[in-house]
């Protein structure tokens, strides 16, 4: 499981990895939507196209986590699996992301339901690569 | 990292003034409490609240001392249990010093029951108030509303809730700002916002909110228990909830815009999470219009759920629903433009209470006015297993620390550590042995909860009173939570 959970008191830190950028923000979501609910009890139905910009790669990766909760609230879906197609360089400060998340409708009686992410926070944010794996990590407000 | 700390007081603490600091730390707390956060920085611990208490410190127009309350924990850039309070003229607003929970608070009620009168009927309260109160990830309220009615909500507040039918005038009376604040805009709210919380309005959330049943164990000051209409073994319900998604989207929203005005504004920031804006300026009057709107939506959400408390009473107990009245409602997570003095001087400032109550003392025109002559009351929720304590706010509190007090237990586990420990499910039946019944959504979400990941809610209550910041009026026991 290339995510885990760091300690903090009122919050969830979160710390993926993944050989790829693109793929260590597809362990991004997963981990977020892992302290939502029991991600292994959702279902793919149908995915949610993202795309996002931000100005550097760890404030893109806080946005990528944030646009997630956006859109699984207001489609009221839960998410299980990740693509990013791309993260691109746009000009000289600005990155674009484009990618899908794919899951189902929300339903408590059958996902487990655990804690409701409120936002992904620019709080404990980083972003490495050390030993051939991309590092990403932030608090999230539960 | 080392961070020096000196006592000042029986009950201040403070981190000397240094760097590029432009005020001193101040913070609240016991020896006990104290040793705790030390031992945080010496274990090396990045995440930690003296840091944060810190770093809010450097803070363009902070006026006084970058300050916290006795159940300060680390939290995300403004630790939870602090206040900043900056100069409205030079001073900035932040979206960490708010939360993405934007007004979330305790509503308290008080019934005219004891607790003898519920005896044996307890079950049958807990089950009708699951029933009745919307809790627990992807909930939608039982107000119905169409997306451009919510612009009426932002700006009405709770008052739209009694327009239609959700409680009566009385209710605004006792609450903080009469349940709306002035200066919302609908416009600075995203259209993702409103999407994401127009069905949401009268809906629990998850985590550390709760609905609770308790009875009030001890009075410690009858004068001011007469005042709020509180009386030994009398049955209160207190709501602790906020602003749902629709808040939430507004800090993330605004997270951004306020990111690039700190670099054009050229705003020194130590920690990412504490962007900002000039209070005066464009980005920064845009988020205050926004935060106004999501106290609106905050005031609005706890009246439809306490007036829902009102009918759950009603079909299980038969309890004549006018006899349920609101004793107060009070924000934790605001940022608010107050008067206040400084160096001798009454200035306007925004104040940031990022998981801290306002406590505003006698004679301050905020307060209702049956309550003016005591000061308003202070609403301190503790653990589903512990105790909850009813405050009044003091002239010394206005002094020292801008008219504010704590606003809970605050955490010492991490969820993460808690979950390890603690499940849900044995929680559940240890509490139902002391007589308390939890009813809740989510069994992970009951473990997070779990009472012994907090501090000593007395312990932290204690200082505020030895202090003089605030004192104490009543305490009171759980019966019943409702957990979302």
Redesign the interface.
């Known amino acids: 499981m290339p995510y885990q959970?760091?300690?903090?008191?009122?919050?969830?830190?979160i710390r993926v990895w993944d050989k790829t950028l693109e793929k260590a923000f597809a362990q991004g979501g997963k981990a977020l939507f892992d302290i939502?609910?029991d991600i292994k009890k959702v279902k793919k139905v149908s995915s949610v196209d993202i795309s996002c910009e931000?100005r550097d790669i760890?404030?893109l990766f806080?946005?990528w986590l944030?646009h997630l909760?956006?859109q699984a609230?207001?489609k009221?879906m839960v998410f299980r699996d990740f693509k990013v197609t791309s993260i691109e360089p746009f000009g000289y400060d600005l990155y674009k992301l484009k990618g899908t998340a794919s899951g189902e409708k929300?339903s408590?009686k059958k996902h487990?339901?655990?804690?409701?992410p409120?936002?992904a926070?620019?709080?404990?944010?980083k972003y490495e690569f050390k030993d051939g794996n991309h590092y990403l990590q932030c608090?999230i407000?539960? | 990292m080392t961070i020096e700390l000196k006592q000042v007081s029986e009950y201040i603490w403070e981190i000397p003034k240094s760097g590029e600091m432009l005020v001193p730390g101040r913070i609240y707390a016991d020896a006990g409490l104290i040793k705790h956060l030390v031992d945080d920085v010496n274990k090396g611990k990045e995440w930690n609240a003296l840091a944060q208490i810190r770093n809010v410190a450097c803070l363009p127009g902070i006026q006084k001392a970058s300050l916290a309350m006795a159940d300060v924990h680390p939290g995300y850039g403004f630790a939870i249990g602090a206040i900043g309070a900056f100069d409205a003229e030079t001073g900035v607003i932040s979206v960490a010093g708010v939360g993405f929970d934007c007004n979330c608070g305790v509503r308290t009620l008080k019934t005219q029951l004891t607790r003898d009168d519920i005896k044996g009927k307890e079950q049958e309260l807990a089950n009708e108030l699951y029933r009745v109160i919307p809790a627990g990830i992807g909930s939608e309220g039982k107000i119905k509303l169409s997306l451009s009615q919510i612009d009426e909500v932002l700006v009405k507040g709770a008052r739209y809730a009694v327009e239609h039918g959700f409680g009566w005038q009385e209710d605004l009376t006792f609450m903080e700002e009469e349940g709306c604040v002035k200066g919302a805009d609908p416009q600075t709210v995203s259209h993702e916002a409103k999407e994401r919380g127009f069905q949401q309005v009268g809906t629990l959330g998850s985590g550390n909110h709760y609905l609770e049943v308790q009875y009030v164990s001890e009075i410690f000051d009858e004068k001011a228990a007469q005042v709020y209409g509180i009386f030994p073994g009398q049955v209160l319900v207190s709501i602790h909830c906020g602003s749902r998604a629709l808040g939430h989207q507004i800090g993330t929203d605004y997270l951004k815009t306020l990111e690039s005005a700190s670099r054009k504004y050229n705003i020194p920031i130590r920690e990412r999470e504490l962007v900002c804006a000039p209070f005066k300026s464009e980005e920064g009057q845009r988020y205050f219009k926004a935060i106004n709107c999501g106290i609106n939506a905050a005031f609005a959400n706890r009246q439809v759920l306490g007036h829902l408390t009102r009918k759950a009473f009603a079909s299980a107990l038969g309890t004549g629903e006018k006899t349920i009245r609101t004793l107060y409602d009070i924000g934790h997570n605001t940022a608010k433009l107050e008067k206040h003095k400084v160096d001798g001087k009454e200035k306007d400032l925004i104040v940031h209470r990022k998981g801290a109550t306002r406590a505003f003392g006698p004679g301050r025109p905020e307060v209702p006015a049956a309550y003016r002559g005591i000061g308003q009351p202070v609403l301190v929720g503790g653990t589903m297993g512990t105790a909850s304590y009813i405050l009044h706010g003091t002239e010394k509190g206005m002094e020292e620390v801008f008219g504010t007090a704590v606003h809970g237990a605050g955490r010492i586990s991490s969820r993460e550590a808690a979950k390890k420990r603690w499940r849900g499910k044995d929680i559940i039946a240890e509490l139902k042995k002391d007589g308390i019944i939890i009813a809740g959504h989510s069994l992970s979400a009951v473990a997070e909860e779990a009472p012994g990941a907090y501090k000593d809610v007395t312990q932290v209550v204690d200082v505020v009173h030895n202090a003089g910041i605030a004192k104490k009026v009543a305490m009171s026991k759980p019966l019943i939570s409702i957990k979302g």
């Not at chain 1, 959970?5 to 830190?13: T, V």
């Not at chain 1, 487990?112 to 409701?116: C, G, Q, S, Y």
Request: proline residues 5%; hydrophobic residues 50%.
């Open positions: 959970f760091l300690d903090h008191e009122a919050d969830i830190g939502m609910v931000a760890p404030a806080v946005e944030n909760i956006t609230s207001i009221k929300l408590p487990t339901l655990k804690v409701e409120k936002a926070t620019y709080f404990g944010l608090v407000d539960v």
